[in-house]
Every structure is written in structure tokens, then in C-alpha cells.
């Protein structure tokens, strides 16, 4: 069989195993390619196990050579009730601060297992993020998730992710002063409508993060999405009383879009956060503009503008954050990714001009 | 395609280059907040409390640890820092504190700021940058100097308040508390802390209801603002309520006798056990 009619084969494969079952990835893949987050991950939110479907995408698309295993295929899929998954990072890091030392060193991310039992095919299933290093063992996400018979509603229970925004893989973007990212999730119930191009979830957790619980109140987090095949816009908000110091609430606009090679990325987010004790508050804009150029299979250059305004109220303390980037996909599930980060801020603040060169080998399946 | 690329990536990136430029810092300090009047001038980081705070905790962890969503519910704003650091179990290793006073290789404030093996999640701040070692070097002064609070900048004059309590009010726990966590602003005078002034209560159906049994009270280890409540008994599913009194015969004060400014209560639950 040649390489293209196996890809055919894999993608067809697939294709009988998605059904109802959608996925996600980086999202700029999902934007390239008009899909929603759960065309490609287990968690309709995106993030996390992929799919069968993101399985033989990974397979097939988005490396530059596929290294063919015959009929032997990696879909994820122990037998028809389990699923397995991971993602390994391993970074070489250099960065520099004016006035420091410059410094380098390598860093073991992070390795995490997925593990999905289907307990009720296409309809119940149980799903624990686990990261097992560095260090210990720490439970990211255990949810369970229940579909309807149409897959157009969904229920999920448990610590997970919230939705709101892109989910990006840069966990230091600016756009993250959401207080929402894939390092903080939370205890709660989630409710999710997929429909045609609509895309909506409401979530309710605890607000604390991982902390102690509270029933001083609650965080309540929403988001809307309307997908196309070449652009996508949403909406996002976020309401957090959980502290007796103060609400924290976030508002986000996002979106997407396809020019040609390039898929662009966009989101600003504001945040009112009156839980800091100065000033009865703080308002923060945060705002990320992402091009992704892929010149060819397994190649793609990220070229992001990020904008920080940390106090509204404040005036010439914005930040800035270039970050360029380099993405290779040699072979299925082997990435390798090299780029530098340049950070701009205040004159009298050294750290806000922080520079950041790394290289990173990633593995995921 | 590649001829295209120019233009096609180069208009959007250029007009966000335009609409977003970094602050030229006029008027600020190094923390970005406005110089005015009353401002405190910019002072190099030394081993104190009140130092670590304005140059790493203010400018540095704030903008993620604030509120109630604060990672791992450690809020790092001035006003909650130091109560709930030192002296007080991590709540990704209950077996470390975050800061052990007089023993930084024993704190896991440290370890984090230095990606230390042992940690869970990632190495502080997120993302970067990264601590020099230099200024870890002066927390872990800090630290071996034994983690004093100082006096925070106009101390005497406000008023002696409590900063926080573990669990938190309105806390659900899965378990009970070993021990229960009451901090203040400022350095407590321990010889008022007695029955009186700290009790914690069950509610029931016919009211509150003292805890049987002696409590045990003393000093958050290396934390003379934190005080430290251990149950004579493991407690039992049920509300609990805390009450630190500032008011009375003999309310609760500080090292110069100024009493707290008012009577605080803290409720949480502790759930029943699964079956």
C-alpha cells in the first residue's frame, strides 16, 4: 500500500470511528483546518487525549513523513472501552534579563497520561488527565461526561478545565490573566451544546483553583462559538466570587481565520479584579494576535503579538510580547519545536524586557 | 506562496505593532505603580519581609495569586501574603510548609521559585522569567533569619485585624482539619489567645455548641502573626464555627496591646465521610 493510500485508508478509519465524537488540538490547527475542539480531543473543549480522529490526523496531516506501520495503527484505542493517551515536553531554555546574568538550562516540562474508559460507548465515559513529571504524581483533570443520544448536549462532572478563550499550549500568554489555563483547573458541572456551527458550554466550579472549597460562592464561566469552515468568533465570560476580598470577572472576544497558508488567531480578554486590596481593584486588557504560516506538511512558522495593559487605570505601563516560532513535525508524533520570546515593558522594570530562546523536543500520542 | 508571505502577514502584525506599543514607564516606579505624594520610594530587595513583598510577591506572583481562584489558595497580595506563607502547610505537599522558618531548604516556597525534584506542577513564576539566584538567595536569607514579618510601612497606625483563616470561611472539607489556622496582620500577643478569645463551636439543630475537650493553641511556627488551633479530638461531620473575639473584657490584641477591631466568625463544614 503506498504511503498516500494509507493515509486515505487512515483517514477513512477514522472517519467510520469519529460518529458523533469531535476533537481539538493547538487551536490554530483547528482554525486551519475549520474544526471544532473536539474533532480532534477527547475533552469538547479542547485539550488533552486526542480522538481517533486527532490520532490519524497526527498520523497523517500533520507531519512531513509519515513512517508507515503497515495496518498496525495507533488510534488511542486499547479495546472498544479504552483509550489511552500522553504528551511529553523537554525544553532546552536560555533567557536573559538586563542587568542579570543570562541563564540556560534544561527542563523537563512535563509528561502526562490520558486515560478514557468509554463505559457506555459514544455516550458515558470517564476521563483522567494525570501528570506524572516532573515531581510527583498531580491529578490535572478526572472528570465524567455524559452524551445524548444526537451528541448535541453533554454533562461533565468533576476537575477540569474551563472553558473560555483559545486554549493556548503557551501557558505565559498574556491572555492567560483569565486566570483561566491549563494549570488551574477546577472542581464543578459543565453543560455543552454542539450544534451545526455553534459551539456553547457553561460551567459552574468552586472558583478556588484547586484551593480549599467555599460556599461563599461560586465561579461561573460561559462560552459561545460560531464556526465556519474558513473563520470562527466567540464570546467568553467569566464571574468569580469565591473570595470574601472581592469578585474577579473576565470578559473575552475571540476568533479566528483562514488567509490562504496562514491561520490566524485573536483574542483580547479584560479583567476587573477587585479582590487586590489596593485601589479597590485592578482592570487589566490583555490582547494576542497569532499568525501561523504552513509553507509545508510538518512545517509551521507562529508569529504572535501579545499586548498587556496590568492596570487600566495606569497609564504607560503597557507590555508587549513578541514570540517566534518554529514548528517540525519530522515524523507522526515527534515535534520539535525552536523559537525565541521577546518581551518589552517599562524602562525601570528589567524583567518586563525578559528574552527567551528555547528549543523543544515534544511527543504526543 | 512564499511571495505572499510579506503581505499577508505583515499588514495584520504591523497594525498590531501600531495599536499596541510598550509603556515609556513615565511617572512609575519599578513595580509600574504611579510615584505620587504618598508613594514609597523604589529601595533594593534586602532579606525583610516587607522588601521580598514590594520587589517579587507584589510585582510578580499578584497578577495569578489574588483572589479566590488563587492557585492552591495561596493569595499573594500584601494584605494575605505573609499569613499564608509562613508557617503554613503547602497544599500540594501538606508535609512542607511554604516557608519554614529558619530552614529554606525545608520551605516549599523555595523549592518552587527553584524547580527543586521534589515539586508538584510547575516551577514558579509560571512560565518565566525565572527567579535569579541572587534574589532567591536573599528569600533564603530571609528564611534563615527566621522569616520575620517586620512592620509592615505604617503598621502602627492600623488598626490589628485578622488577615485569614484555614480552613476559610465557608469552607466544605472532605476531611477534618488536623489543625486550624488563624492569622492577623500583624504579630499576635499569644498570652491572650485562651479559650476565651479563640473558640471554635459545632452548630446544631439547637444551637452552637462548644467543642468538647481542650484545644491547644500556639504560634504558627516562625509566624508570630498566625496562630495555630489543634482540635483535642478529630472533629466529626457537621458546621463548625470559629469566633475570634476583639471585643469584650479581654479581647484578642497585639504585641502593644492593641486590641483586634472587631469580633470575626468563620464557618466551615466538614462533610460526612462516604459510605
Known amino acids: 500500500m503506498s504511503i498516500r493510500h494509507a493515509r486515505l485508508a487512515l483517514l477513512g478509519a477514522a472517519g467510520a470511528l469519529l460518529c458523533s465524537t469531535l476533537a481539538h488540538a493547538e487551536p490554530y490547527l483547528a482554525v486551519a483546518n475549520g474544526y471544532k475542539c473536539s474533532q480532534c480531543h477527547v475533552n469538547p473543549t479542547g485539550g488533552g487525549e486526542r480522538t481517533p480522529f486527532g490520532n490519524v490526523f497526527a498520523q497523517t496531516v500533520l507531519p512531513a513523513r509519515h513512517l508507515d506501520t503497515g495496518t498496525d495503527v495507533w488510534t488511542g484505542q486499547i479495546n472498544r472501552f479504552i483509550s489511552l493517551g500522553g504528551d511529553l515536553r523537554f525544553d532546552a531554555t536560555a533567557q536573559s534579563v538586563p542587568g542579570t546574568k543570562s541563564s540556560n538550562s534544561f527542563d523537563f516540562q512535563q509528561a502526562r497520561v490520558y486515560l478514557e474508559a468509554s463505559v457506555i460507548p459514544d455516550r458515558l465515559l470517564v476521563y483522567v488527565d494525570e501528570q506524572v513529571a516532573p515531581g510527583g504524581a498531580l491529578n490535572r483533570e478526572a472528570w465524567g461526561m455524559f452524551w445524548s443520544a444526537d451528541h448535541t448536549w453533554y454533562i461533565k462532572g468533576g476537575q477540569m478545565y474551563l472553558p473560555f478563550g483559545f486554549r493556548l499550549q503557551d501557558q505565559g500568554a498574556f491572555v492567560n490573566i483569565s486566570g483561566i489555563y491549563m494549570q488551574t483547573p477546577d472542581n464543578g458541572v459543565e453543560v455543552g451544546w454542539i450544534k451545526g456551527p455553534w459551539d456553547a458550554q457553561l460551567a459552574l466550579s468552586n472558583g478556588t483553583a484547586g484551593g480549599p472549597t467555599t460556599t461563599n460562592g461560586k465561579q461561573a464561566s460561559a462560552q459561545l462559538q460560531f464556526v465556519q469552515s474558513r473563520w470562527r468568533a466567540g464570546v467568553a465570560a467569566n464571574f468569580n466570587d469565591s473570595s470574601d476580598s472581592g469578585n474577579r470577572d473576565a470578559f473575552g472576544i475571540f476568533g479566528g481565520l483562514k488567509t490562504g497558508p496562514i491561520a490566524w488567531l485573536a483574542e483580547a480578554d479584560i479583567v476587573n479584579d477587585k479582590s487586590l486590596p489596593v485601589g479597590g481593584g485592578q482592570k487589566q486588557l490583555a490582547a494576542l494576535l497569532e499568525g501561523n504560516y504552513s509553507p509545508a506538511r510538518g512545517h509551521n512558522l507562529k508569529v504572535t503579538f501579545e499586548y498587556l495593559d496590568p492596570d487600566r487605570d495606569v497609564a504607560h505601563d503597557q507590555q508587549t510580547r513578541w514570540s517566534v516560532l518554529y514548528e517540525y513535525t519530522p515524523i507522526q508524533f515527534v515535534q520539535i519545536r525552536g523559537g525565541a520570546r521577546f518581551n518589552d515593558g517599562i524602562p525601570q522594570a528589567p524583567e518586563q524586557h525578559l528574552k527567551v530562546y528555547f528549543v523543544e523536543l515534544h511527543g504526543f500520542f | ?275
Not at chain 2, 8 to 25: F, Y
Not at chain 2, 163 to 187: D, G, I, K, W
Open chain 2, 1 to 275: 506562496m512564499l511571495k505572499h508571505l510579506p503581505r499577508r502577514l505583515g499588514v495584520p502584525l504591523a497594525a498590531a505593532l501600531l495599536a499596541g506599543c510598550a509603556g515609556n514607564g513615565q511617572g512609575l516606579d519599578s513595580n509600574g505603580q504611579p510615584i505620587g505624594p504618598g508613594s514609597a520610594p523604589d529601595k533594593p530587595l534586602t532579606a525583610e519581609f516587607q522588601s521580598i513583598q514590594d520587589n517579587i510577591f507584589t510585582p510578580k506572583c499578584v497578577r495569578c495569586h489574588s483572589g479566590g481562584g488563587a492557585p492552591e489558595g495561596l493569595q499573594l497580595d500584601a494584605a494575605h501574603s505573609y499569613a499564608l506563607l509562613v508557617g503554613v502547610p503547602s497544599a500540594e505537599v501538606p508535609a512542607l510548609q511554604r516557608v519554614k522558618a529558619s530552614d529554606p531548604d525545608s520551605s516549599y516556597l523555595v523549592q518552587k521559585l527553584e524547580g527543586s525534584s521534589g515539586i508538584l506542577g510547575e516551577r514558579m513564576p509560571r512560565g518565566g522569567p525565572y527567579l535569579p539566584q541572587a534574589t532567591i538567595d536573599v528569600i533564603r536569607q530571609w528564611i534563615t533569619n527566621g522569616a520575620q514579618q517586620g512592620s509592615p510601612p505604617a503598621a502602627a497606625s492600623s488598626a490589628f485585624r485578622l488577615a485569614a483563616t484555614s480552613p476559610p470561611h465557608q469552607a466544605v472539607m472532605a476531611a477534618p482539619p488536623a489543625q486550624l489556622l488563624v492569622a492577623f496582620n500583624r504579630e499576635v500577643d499569644l498570652s491572650l489567645v485562651n479559650d476565651t478569645t479563640v473558640y471554635l463551636e459545632r452548630l446544631t439543630a439547637q444551637g452552637a455548641v462548644r467543642v468538647p475537650g481542650q484545644a491547644a493553641f500556639r504560634l504558627a511556627p516562625g509566624n508570630s502573626a498566625a496562630v495555630l488551633l489543634q482540635p483535642a479530638a478529630p472533629l466529626t461531620s457537621g458546621t463548625y464555627r470559629l469566633t475570634v473575639r476583639g471585643t469584650g473584657p479581654a479581647p484578642l490584641a497585639d504585641l502593644n496591646a492593641q486590641a483586634l477591631d472587631t469580633d470575626y466568625v468563620s464557618e466551615f463544614t466538614v462533610e460526612a465521610p462516604a459510605p
